[in-house]
């Protein structure tokens, strides 16, 4: 498969902080150009659905409780499946001194966010997520795909052991946060500039979380498609208990009118809003635990009327920090784009490779990838990390 890398606005970077943050440097994704799964299914439909029935049926019991950290989980050469009981109501004691955990003595007033309790299964603000991010199609496009998955599972597992070191109070809970689609550069026989994932593959995606008790988020990029017609497609998926749902609006391009890659896209509090709803709907007809719907954002277009967006007791919102660059800059996007709108929980985004390179023309010193103490110092503190 051919991927296009992009960067849709190092070239107009300058030489000073104020111009880097104007460019808003983006999260790079990538584009996959996918010529043999455009219809969002694999031949061999009926292998699929038991390899990804089997593999929610392992991780079902997951939601109450993390990972722990030790000799026999994450840190064993063998993968352990732990599933740790959910059954019981929701702990507000518990609840509520995690919130204030992570608000992190915020003084601005703004968390912790006071809305409605989740209900009892909800794995936030109980586990502190640890996600990989990326595409089985493309080393480029995240850790994920980068790298064999017994050895992608090695290196996600020495960070897990790194952030339940930094913050032991909140158990640490290894995700897998695939592409499910895919922006691309083209517009495909639909015009609609986005690639549907093969069921196939996100079945593996499921066989591999399940080797470490890992949920799953799918990633949505719509291109000039639009949620409503893109994420029922993906729905017996998110009909399983460990399974949830990640947004990208720097894709959404139909407001734009303009290709994926070359400007940044937009959604609104109204799309967030209907995820909220649908996935609302399958949490009380399937009795599932609370999902968690998660958007990222590294200016303020990509999500607009952010401040409208409310979370239910069925699904539980992330704003997650999306942008790469230098530590000054994440940190200052970071309370711009997401702390600044309190909506629920916080999520921050840390790059292997673009958080270590120097933009050209940018006199900066800040070109190392953020520690779990650094992340783990704003406020508030985030409760889901994603590494790409």
């Known amino acids: ?148 998955p017994d050895e992608m599972l090695r290196r996600l597992k020495v960070e897990l052991k790194k952030w339940q070191q930094a913050d032991p109070s909140i158990p640490v809970l290894p995700a897998l946060h695939y592409i499910a689609v895919t922006a691309q550069g083209s517009p495909g026989k639909d015009g609609k500039y986005r690639a549907r994932m093969p069921f196939k593959q996100i079945d593996s995606i499921l066989h591999i979380a399940a080797r470490i008790n890992a949920i799953v988020f799918l990633d949505v990029q719509i291109g000039f ?76 277009n990509m999500l607009t009327n952010a401040r409208q967006i409310h979370p239910t007791p069925d699904v539980q919102f992330i704003l997650d920090m999306d942008g790469w660059g230098p530590v000054s800059l994440k940190m200052d996007s970071y309370k711009g784009y997401v702390a600044d709108f309190p909506i629920e929980f916080t999520g921050f985004k840390l790059f292997y490779k673009n958080d270590t390179r120097r933009p050209r023309g940018v006199n900066m010193k800040e070109t190392q990838m953020m520690t779990p103490a650094q992340v783990l110092a704003l406020k508030p503190a985030p409760i889901y990390i994603q590494y790409q």
């Not at 440097?25 to 455009?38: D, E, H, K, T």
């Not at 840190?75 to 004691?93: E, F, K």
């Not at 309790?117 to 586990?127: D, I, K, T």
């Not at 639009?226 to 998926?237: A, R």
């Open 1 to 148: 498969m051919e991927h296009n890398d992009r960067f849709p606005t190092h070239s107009n970077i300058r030489s000073s902080y104020k111009a880097l943050k104007a460019a808003c440097i983006a999260g790079v994704c990538g584009l996959v150009v996918v010529s043999a799964c455009n219809n969002g299914r694999s031949q061999g439909s009926g292998s699929g659905d038991s390899t990804a029935g089997k593999a929610a049926r392992t991780a079902q019991g997951v939601a109450a409780g993390g990972v722990a950290v030790g000799a026999e989980t994450v840190g064993s050469a063998r993968d352990s499946v732990i599933t740790p009981s959910v059954a019981g109501p929701l702990d507000t004691a518990l609840y509520n001194k995690l919130m204030i955990h992570l608000a992190n003595a915020d003084s601005s007033g703004r968390w912790p966010v006071k809305t409605a309790y989740p209900h009892a299964g909800a794995l936030l603000p109980f586990n502190r997520i640890v996600a990989y991010y990326g595409n089985l199609y493309s080393k480029n496009m995240g850790i994920l795909g980068e790298y064999p």
């Open 225 to 300: 498609s639009n949620v409503q017609t893109e994420i029922p497609l993906l729905e017996k998926y998110l009909k399983m208990p460990n399974v949830h749902l990640g947004i990208d609006p720097e894709f959404a391009m139909s407001k734009s009118g303009k290709k994926p890659g070359t400007v940044i896209g937009t959604l609104d509090a109204e799309d967030a809003n209907w995820c909220i709803g649908y996935l609302g709907k399958l949490v009380r007809e399937n009795n599932l635990p609370p999902k968690i719907l998660m958007f990222h954002r590294f200016t303020k």
